[in-house]
């Protein structure tokens, strides 16, 4: 899929069809939690909508600031980082590392004109697979709100 | 207004104390005159609703009743003390209310003509007896005048429920009376029925829970080997004191357990006599010889 | 650089929504790929044989197979692509069946999809460079920490396997609750009839070193390689020396709680815990004992004929080399006391638990098999029992189940039946959890043979009238609200990890839930492992359950033991971080956030020190990877470059 | 018997209503019967706390509002302060009693419903409770002249009741707050 960034007005509030189409979403998630109960939610045959786009990590406290940023420069909509809950980390306190780096983070897309919005976080356990399939409805919903990403801030692009 | 030195409160007798269980006003106010506290009536006071205004999250008529209050309370007082346990509790339910809605506070405004004052902080007697005496100085004051007897602390249900509300002890367990009675050399040990209903207001419309439901509490309290039961709510004392010889009439049982008041129990400690105190006007009256309170 | 790309159709799993052969043509438009095909069921025996031959004949160095989750297969075809002479860690997997095929329905979405993933995988495995596992020496013995009949089981077990054990308890004895038991359920064996021998055994097998009074105080090193110390809390009784005889117990005046009986009878200063203790020795609790509080006495020292008593012992610390760690520290009860003022809160003398309960239905407890209400010694005739007492219960926080509650109440109802002919046991209840075999069979009987009425209904209030007890219920199937006059009411309260438990999983770097239970590495399969290599759970510190669990999962934990250290060298993953030397600056950030300790200062022949990382300690988690202020740590497998190449292909 | 199918559509509107109102999420609860142990009212009540909990979960919503039980609770919250899994049990069998009110429901509990309303007719008059003329018109309204006829001597004894109501001065506003309230049970004129 090539998006046509130059439909940059993005403020569309009622996506149509080919909007959503369009919107490139990028999730990072945990191997032992979140991507595990995305895999439970495959099994458990819950319907998603398809724009989200899985990275597998180890742990969320690999999760990279900078992957963040770079994903929006390349042109991401979205993206979505998930873990295993606070305390249930496999690695003991990685999702911790991620949350104070990950709020930090948030704070900084407000600065470079990034809506806050199009960066989440949130905790989804092994076993939560409707939790996940619900993560990624919402999400989709929250970023069609939006609309496709701007492209003053989309900066250099290319790729 | 209240004399000079001491601390004063902003003071809600509501309807009962000033008929039925005037010996919950007497009492308190000994206490408190005892004790240098000034306490001013609130000005033209209003009946709270009780039970039977709708109360909970939803209907209005209770908390505007309250508000009432609380708003010409507010005027001169930054705490407002309320003896009885159900006026306590209304109190605090309409100023929870009308903290957490705007739309209330417009309506109350309204009705009372001026944005309403609702911030005053609510007391029970036996927290604010708490604040103002410590079981130390009590105790000192008291020389063990109650030892001997034993008190069972009666909390009820208005005086701690619903918890996220009143934010006053700990509604399984509640613990406030417990010091400043022991501090009067009474014992206090644990009560079953502490928190369990007597019956509430269905004296009335429904005497048969009433009476079941303080027989038992009574009767616990003599098998358990207490004196006496110490209450903060004039209607449990209803229930508990003046309907006793009903309740010995319907089950042919001979109860004869003194009910105070709390203000009572404290004011026997610091020595104020029983005259002073209304203990006259119990229906069933503490054998007081047998508690040596007049001796000290 | 040649990339051999392979779409599994899953049969119709993946097929059916994923044009398979449309994700192949893509794949060969791409740069570097020289292979791709679709395979019907790719990790299926001809599956295998398709894509190894695919790779000896395209010579082809890396694989992409885009298939099910790696949690799946990776394992699986990491091995198929080394059978072919490529390294295992140059395969990467994608997800098209569990995230794209089975979760959406619109083919050509489905597809598109694929293609990306299908892309990713291959952006990320250009990127790759062969790993290489490298081996560890292991040593062979092992730890086990708690000596319950879950550290027994495990010990006795990995001892047979001709493995030195060193089994360490905290108490003067073997045999944590089970040891407190009368008869269990569902075959009502006498508890110390099965336990005792176990002990004695414990005691008497050469490759067991046995340590009680004793905790595991630090724990350093990893997988196959662990040292861990010991300490050993000074009793001032030379067990070397005592005899058991009991005599100091005897003339001991100082009398003590009897935690041992649950607090039914009482105990000395110094003491034995029962008459079947492992080792038997007496042991001397000095917050007890007269020569310690007050100065004067030293009785036990004068009349113990093995001159055994040594006031003047210190505690010891053994450090020792272990290959692997079996933690069986087991549960306590909940304290109820605090939490149930509505059931008299502990006031009431008749209130008892079901452990103490227990203890007076045991022939050699306290009261010598005999029931009697603790307040007048009668015996008692109508016996409340109440269920999920600290347990199922989300107002105190505590939502679980204890797992043998309702078994171990009818159980004691059977007992009691036994015990006192003419009794009538009540049993609230608010479901009943009877699932082990045999396990309804017996709670039948309970109700059939027994008499024992079951209440439906949970108790709101116990209070005390006239010598009884009035237990003021509902019974929810006839929708009444009831009271029993009870003479006795017994408590089933709910388990709690055992005191510590929290802290002795800091110190083993393995995780635990919010109740302390120490968690399993995956529920169902990977159940007796945590998710630090080579330490082990068994029984009930894991989570509450009966003996016949604790036993088989004890056995588990001693298999999966003995599989590891039977080895003399181990692999470990290569997956962990690295750190280019040349360019660390020696800021220790990554020292600081390493949660396995795994990172180390060291002194380069420059002078300069720089991180290392340990690599049999390393758990791959990359936390290191992000914190490093000049991005000089990088996690094998998931490196900076291999992340990004990903991100920028799928935004391409 | 009951149609469930039928029942849980026709009541789940009214159902969400009280969750809504009360806050509370009524499927949390596992039929414990902890409420239903403990409340004093259970004696007089034709269903129990924890049976109208159940009812409402099976939608039976108007059962709930039309109860004897929903007039007869009077809120002590006992039951509440027991539950295992936090709900507020009394707050719903009130909100239900509320409900009733305000969709004018036949009042099961005429008895108890005179009392509240002449407690609020006494009050809306005065500005205070006058304890005496609400007995006395209690008993006068309700027909059972002797209720607690025997309190009388004991109380005129102990100087408890006074003849004449105290009122309170600004009548006019209590007024004002009767007349903006709408649902509270009050006399027919
Ligand atoms: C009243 C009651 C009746 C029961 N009846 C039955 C029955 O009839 N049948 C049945 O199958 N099950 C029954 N059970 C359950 C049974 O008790 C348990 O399943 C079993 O005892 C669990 O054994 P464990 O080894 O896991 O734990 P535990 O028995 O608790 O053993 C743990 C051991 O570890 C030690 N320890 C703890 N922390 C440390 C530390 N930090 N360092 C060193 N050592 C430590 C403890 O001292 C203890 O010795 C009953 C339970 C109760 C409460
Ligand atoms: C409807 C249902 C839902 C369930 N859901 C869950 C769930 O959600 N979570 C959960 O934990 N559990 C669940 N279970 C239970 C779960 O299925 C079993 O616990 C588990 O499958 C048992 O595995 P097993 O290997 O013991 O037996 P099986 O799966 O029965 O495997 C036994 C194998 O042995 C083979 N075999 C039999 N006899 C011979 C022979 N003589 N020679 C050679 N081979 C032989 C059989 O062909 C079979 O392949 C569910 C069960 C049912 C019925
Ligand atoms: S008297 Fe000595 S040998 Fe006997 S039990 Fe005591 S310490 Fe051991
Ligand atoms: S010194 Fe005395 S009190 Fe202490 S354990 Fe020995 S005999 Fe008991
Ligand atoms: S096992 Fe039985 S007693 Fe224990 S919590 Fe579960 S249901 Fe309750
Ligand atoms: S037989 Fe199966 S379904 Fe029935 S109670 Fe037992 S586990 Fe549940
Ligand atoms: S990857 Fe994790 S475990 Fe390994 S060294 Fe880095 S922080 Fe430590
Ligand atoms: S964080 Fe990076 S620079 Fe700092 S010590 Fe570790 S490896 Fe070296
Ligand atoms: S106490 Fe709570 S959970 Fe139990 S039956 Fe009543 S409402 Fe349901
Ligand atoms: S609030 Fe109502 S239902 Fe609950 S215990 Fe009190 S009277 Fe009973």
Redesign the interface.
């Known amino acids: 899929m090539n998006g046509e960034t130059d439909r940059a007005d993005g403020g569309a509030v009622n996506a149509t069809d080919a909007d959503r189409a369009d919107l490139k979403l990028v999730a990072f998630l945990c191997n032992w939690c979140s991507y595990a109960g995305a895999d439970m939610a495959g099994t458990s045959r819950m319907l998603q909508p398809s724009q989200v786009r899985i990275i597998r990590l180890p742990c969320t406290g690999r999760m990279d600031p900078l992957l963040v940023l770079k994903a929006f420069q390349e042109g991401a909509d979205g993206v979505l980082v998930s873990g295993c809950h606070p305390g249930d980390c496999h690695y003991n306190d990685g999702n911790y590392y991620a949350r104070r780096r990950l709020e930090l983070l948030k704070r900084m897309l407000a600065v470079r004109g990034i809506e806050p919005e199009r960066f989440q976080y949130t905790w989804v356990s092994a076993s939560e697979g409707a939790r996940w399939a619900d993560v990624v409805q919402a999400f989709t919903t929250d970023i069609e709100s939006l609309g496709r990403l701007g492209a003053t801030v989309a900066g250099g692009g290319g790729g | 207004m209240s004399d000079a030195a001491g601390k004063s409160y902003s003071y809600y007798p509501g309807?009962?104390l000033?008929?039925?269980?005037?010996e919950f006003d007497i009492s308190f106010q000994a206490v408190a005159a005892a004790l240098g506290i000034g306490l001013d009536e609130i000005h033209?006071?209003?009946?709270c609703?009780?039970?039977?205004?709708?109360h909970?999250?939803?209907?209005?008529?209770g908390v505007?009743?309250s508000a009432?209050n609380l708003h010409i309370a507010g005027a001169t007082h930054d705490a407002v003390v309320a003896p009885c346990a159900g006026c306590y509790n209304r109190l605090k339910t309409a100023q929870f209310k009308l903290a957490g809605d705007e739309e209330l506070r417009e309506?109350t405004g309204?009705?009372?003509g001026a944005e309403v004052r609702y911030e005053a902080e609510v007391l029970n007697i036996v927290q604010m007896l708490n604040r103002e005496i410590s079981p130390e100085a009590l105790a000192e004051k008291a020389q063990g005048r109650l030892e001997g007897v034993k008190l069972a602390p009666y909390y009820?249900?208005?005086l701690?429920?619903?918890?996220d509300i009143l934010k006053f002890d700990n509604?399984?367990d509640p613990r406030s009376m417990e010091p400043l009675l022991g501090a009067t050399g009474a014992e206090t040990p644990f009560f079953a029925f502490k928190?369990?209903?007597?019956?509430?207001?269905?004296?009335?419309?429904?005497?048969?829970?009433v009476l079941?439901?303080s027989r038992r509490i009574i009767e616990v309290a003599v098998s358990s080997g207490f004196d006496a039961l110490v209450t903060a709510c004039p209607l449990c004392h209803q229930n508990l004191d003046?309907?006793q010889?009903?309740i010995n009439?319907a089950f042919g049982t001979e109860l004869r357990l003194p009910v105070l008041y709390f203000s009572q129990a404290i004011g026997l400690g610091l020595g104020i006599p029983p005259e002073e105190l209304g203990i006259?006007?119990?229906?069933v009256a503490p054998d007081l010889d047998r508690w040596k309170v007049g001796a000290a | 650089m040649r990339i051999g790309v392979f779409i599994c159709e899953c049969g119709t799993n993946i097929a059916a929504t994923v044009m398979t052969q449309k994700v192949a043509d893509a794949a060969l438009a791409l740069r570097d790929v020289y292979h791709s095909e679709s395979i019907q069921y790719t990790c299926s025996d001809p599956g295998q044989r398709t894509v190894m031959a695919a790779v000896q004949k395209h010579n082809l160095d890396r694989v992409v197979i885009a298939a099910c989750s790696p949690r799946m297969h990776e394992t699986t075809f990491r091995r198929t692509v080394a059978k072919a002479g490529v390294n295992p860690f140059m395969m990467e997997m994608v997800n098209i069946r569990e995230h794209c095929s089975w979760i959406h329905d619109d083919t050509d979405e489905a597809t598109e999809k694929a293609i990306d993933l299908m892309a990713m995988g291959v952006a990320k495995v250009r990127e790759e460079v062969p790993l290489f596992t490298s081996k560890v020496p292991v040593t062979s013995e092992v730890l086990v920490i708690g000596g319950g009949v879950a550290g027994i089981q495990a010990a006795l077990d990995i001892a047979d396997a001709g493995i030195p054990v060193t089994l360490v308890e905290r108490e003067p004895t073997l045999g944590g609750n089970m040891a407190r038991l009368d008869k269990t359920f569902p075959t009502l064996d006498c508890s110390s009839c099965i336990l005792t021998p176990r002990m004695v055994e414990v005691k008497h097998n050469q490759d067991i070193r046995l340590i009680v009074n004793a905790e595991v105080e630090a724990v350093r090193g990893y997988i196959g390689n662990f040292e861990a110390d010991i300490r050993k809390k000074a009793t001032c009784v030379d067990e070397e020396k005592c005899t058991g005889c009991y005599i100091c117990v005897e003339k001991c005046p100082s009398k003590a709680p009897d935690e041992f009986n649950a607090g039914v009878g009482e105990s000395k200063a110094i003491s034995i815990p029962l008459p079947q203790a492992v080792p038997l020795v007496a042991s001397l609790r000095k917050e007890h004992c007269r020569r310690y509080i007050k100065g004067k006495c030293g009785v036990c020292e004068k009349v113990c004929p093995a001159d055994a008593i040594d006031y003047e012992q210190e505690d010891r610390i053994f450090t020792d080399k272990f290959g692997a760690i079996v933690v069986a520290t087991g549960y306590e009860l909940f304290d109820w006391k605090t939490a149930y003022p509505?059931l008299g809160g502990g006031h009431y003398p008749d209130v008892i638990t079901a452990m103490q309960y227990e203890r007076m239905l045991s022939a050699s407890g306290p009261t010598e098999g005999h029931i009697r209400r603790p307040s007048d010694g009668a015996e008692p005739r109508n016996i409340v029992f109440i269920s999920c007492v600290g347990s199922?219960?989300?107002?105190?926080g505590r939502p679980f189940c204890c797992n043998v509650g309702c078994m171990y109440l009818a159980k004691q109802a059977i007992l009691t039946k036994e015990h006192i002919p003419d009794s009538q046991s009540y049993i609230f209840y608010?479901d009943m959890r009877a699932v082990g075999k045999d396990y309804e069979q017996f709670y039948r009987r309970a109700q059939r043979d027994a008499g024992a009425i079951y209440l439906?209904?949970?108790?709101?209030?116990i209070y005390p009238l006239d010598g009884k007890l009035m237990v003021?219920?509902?019974?929810?199937l006839s929708?009444?609200?009831?009271e029993v006059a009870a003479d006795l009411v017994v408590l089933a309260t709910g388990f709690t990890a055992s005191d510590g438990a929290a802290e002795l999983a800091q110190r083993l770097n393995i995780p635990y839930d919010q109740f302390d239970f120490l968690s399993e590495s995956h529920p169902k399969l990977r159940p007796v492992e945590t998710t630090t290599g080579g330490i082990f759970l068994a029984g009930t510190c894991q989570g509450p359950k009966d003996i016949p669990d604790t036993v088989a999962q004890a056995s588990a934990a001693a298999a999966k033991v003995i599989g590891l250290v039977s080895r003399d060298e181990m692999e470990t993953s290569p997956m962990v971080a690295e750190v280019n030397h040349m360019r660390c600056i020696g800021c220790w950030k990554c020292i600081e956030v390493c949660p396995y300790k795994a990172i180390e200062k060291q002194k380069l022949r420059d002078g300069r020190q720089v991180a290392i990382i340990i690599e049999s300690l390393c758990q791959g988690c990359g936390i290191c990877n992000v914190a490093c202020p000049p991005s000089v740590v990088s996690l094998r497998g998931y490196t900076d470059n291999q992340l990004i190449s990903e991100v920028v292909e799928v935004l391409r | 018997m009951i149609e469930l199918t039928k029942t849980l559509e026709d009541g789940r509107e009214l159902v969400a209503e009280i969750e809504r109102?009360?806050?509370q999420n009524l499927a949390a609860c596992?039929?414990?019967?902890?409420?239903?142990?403990?409340?004093?009212?259970?004696?007089?009540f034709d269903?129990?706390p924890?049976?109208m909990i159940r009812m409402l979960q099976l939608g039976m919503v108007d059962q709930v509002m039309s109860s004897h039980t929903a007039q007869?609770c009077?809120?002590?919250?006992?039951c509440?302060?027991?539950?295992?899994?936090?709900i507020?049990v009394?707050?719903v069998i009130?909100?239900a009693k509320?409900m009733a009110?305000e969709r004018g429901l036949p009042e099961p509990?005429r008895?108890?419903r005179?009392?509240?309303?002449l407690?609020?007719r006494n009050?809306s008059r005065?500005?205070?409770?006058?304890?005496a003329s609400l007995?006395f018109w209690?008993n006068v309204k309700?027909g059972t002249l002797f209720?607690?006829m025997?309190?009388v001597p004991?109380?005129l004894r102990?100087?408890?009741?006074?003849i004449h109501p105290?009122r309170?001065?600004?009548r006019r506003?209590?007024r004002?707050?009767?007349s903006?309230?709408k649902?509270?049970?009050r006399l027919k004129k």
């Open positions: 309807c009962s000033k008929s039925s269980s005037m033209d006071w209003n009946c609703g009780a039970s039977p205004a709708p909970h999250r939803v209907e209005s008529l505007l009743l009432r309506q309204e009705v009372l009820g249900c208005l701690t429920r619903p918890a509604p399984r928190t369990e209903c007597c019956g509430s207001y269905m004296g009335l419309p429904r005497k048969e829970i079941t439901a003046l309907r010889p009903q009439k006259d006007a119990l229906a | 509505n199922r219960d989300e107002s105190i608010m439906r209904g949970r108790v709101g209030k003021m219920g509902a019974d929810t929708g009444q609200q009831l | 109102r009360t806050g596992y039929q414990c019967g902890t409420c239903t142990s403990t409340c004093t009212a259970n004696m007089a269903y129990p924890h049976v007869l009077y809120d002590c919250m006992t509440s302060s027991r539950c295992p899994v936090r507020d009394a707050d009130e909100t509320n009110d509990e008895a108890l005179l009392f509240r309303k407690f609020l009050v005065h500005g205070r409770l006058h304890e007995l209690y309700s209720n607690d025997s309190l004991l109380i102990k100087k408890k009741v006074h105290t309170i001065r600004n506003e209590i004002r707050i009767f903006v309230v649902n509270y049970p």
